[in-house]
């Protein structure tokens, strides 16, 4: 039997070696730093046990020291690191990182959190079959199993459910969100000299879904990180206040603003009956932090 075949155009040959040659999800990880060493080295070994290969690490150093030279170079034959340093403040490093990506997924880890082995695959995955996503979120987890910012369904996120549907070390953008929304608001986020110590990255996916970004919020996309409630009411303080700024900023309604402090209002009252103090403190700072921000 003769087997014939078929004809191929130009047009279709180029469609085919376009479509073989497409770049996979290369991820950037832009680590912004300051005062801390243990938690960057458990980051970068953490990194190294990725099943997911195709990324690279951009260190925005904040130190004044170098304290990091040693761990750096300890994983420089195991994945690309680029290194900068940078003016204090989170923002204004992160804006220092965004200069070097070269991969067309961002993405932007704490220096105290850590990704389990499969996470980059699984984001990796979950983008490729999915090309409509512009961008990615997921929810903490701590080492005590205790969750954050967890909704218990995936979704689409939007202005309302961005509050509850995204965290910074859980967001990943490709980069055509990066181009059209540009730089992080350097008045927010710690380290910030206004006092506003977070609320950077909502604000940030706030002005993209602004621009049409279609961001997705996917539930068991999770990262590890400390428990928040334990940084300490001067940062609680702070971090809320970033985040009342960013209500106002937005020109969120009267009635989501209450509702927002119902809820803290609410873990605080729950957090005195069953007297743990040190939580309903938490809650107290956040609150106040919050209803300040937004009076600003």
């Known amino acids: 039997m003769k087997v014939t075949t078929p004809e191929v155009s130009e047009d279709m040959s180029s469609a085919i070696v376009c479509q073989q040659m497409s770049p996979p999800v290369k991820f950037s990880l832009i680590l912004a730093t300051v005062g801390r060493t243990a938690e960057v080295e458990n980051f970068l070994a953490n990194l190294d046990n990725q099943l997911y290969r195709h990324f690279e690490v951009i260190v925005v150093d904040q130190n004044e020291d170098d304290r990091l030279e040693p761990i750096l170079r300890s994983y420089q034959a195991s994945f690309p690191i680029t290194y900068a340093r940078s003016a204090r403040g989170l923002s204004c490093a992160r804006n220092i990182g965004l200069r070097y990506v070269s991969g067309n997924v961002i993405a932007f880890p704490d220096d105290d959190c850590w990704y389990d082995p499969d996470t980059l695959q699984k984001v990796a995955n979950l983008l490729t079959e999915n090309p409509d996503w512009e ?31 995204a965290v910074s070390v859980s967001i990943f953008l490709r980069d055509a969100v990066t181009k059209k929304v540009g730089t992080f608001d350097e008045s927010l986020g710690a380290g910030a000299g ?35 409630s334990l940084c300490g009411n001067s940062k609680t303080l702070a971090y809320e206040r970033g985040i009342g700024y960013t209500l106002r900023k937005h ?45 600003e």
């Open 194 to 228: 206004s006092g506003r110590g977070a609320g950077e990255e909502t604000d940030y996916l706030l002005r993209s879904m602004e621009q049409g970004c279609r961001l997705h919020y996917q539930h068991d996309l999770l990262i590890n990180h400390p428990d928040p």
């Open 251 to 295: 020109h969120y309604p009267l009635w989501f603003v209450l509702y927002s402090c119902s809820r803290t209002l609410g873990g605080m009252i729950w957090s005195l009956l069953k007297t743990d103090i040190r939580r309903a403190s938490y809650y107290y700072a956040a609150l106040k932090g919050r209803l300040s921000g937004w009076l």
């Open 135 to 165: 961008g990615i979120t997921g929810a903490c987890k701590t080492p005590t199993g205790v969750f954050h910012f967890l909704h218990q369904e995936s979704g689409a996120i939007n202005k309302i459910n961005v509050w509850r549907r």
